[in-house]
Nanobody, 124 residues
Framework: QVQLVESGGGLVQAGGSLRLSCAAS????????MGWFRQAPGKEREFVAA????????YYADSVKGRFTISRDKAKNTAYLQMNSLKPEDTAVYYC?????????????????WGQGTQVTVSS
């Protein structure tokens, strides 16, 4: 099991940027794919971005493609989500998650471990 702790959320104006971090504990972090999801009030949790264990392949939701970038630093056991050109519709609680299976990166049910979430609020 991997324990995940998100940070970096906050309040930002539309057009601004934030960088979320996801610190992981556990020696097997480097073998997991990592994903970011978000959940807005009254809505289901949705996929945002994912990165394979090697960091060589990334996946993005259409709504964030070209604005968000996912990355990982294995030496620091940390995954990141750089969010640029933020919009009010990006407002949500953002969660990072670890995927041990190596597939299903866009589906919540494919992830085994979740962080507690960090709030991102984008004002217009």
């Amino acid at each position: 099991q991997v324990q995940l702790v998100e940070s970096g959320g906050g309040l930002v104006q539309a057009g601004g940027s934030l960088r979320l971090s996801c610190a992981a504990s556990g020696r097997t972090f480097s073998t997991y794919a990592m994903g970011w999801f978000r959940q807005a009030p009254g809505k289901e949790r949705e996929f945002v971005a994912a990165i394979t264990w090697s960091g060589g392949i990334t996946y993005y939701a259409d709504s964030v493609k070209g604005r968000f970038t996912i990355s990982r630093d294995k030496a620091k056991n940390t995954a990141y989500l750089q969010m640029n050109s933020l919009k009010p519709e990006d407002t949500a609680v953002y969660y990072c998650a670890a995927n041990r299976r190596g597939y299903g990166f866009t589906r919540t049910e494919s992830y085994d471990d979740w962080g507690q979430g960090t709030q991102v609020t984008v004002s217009s």
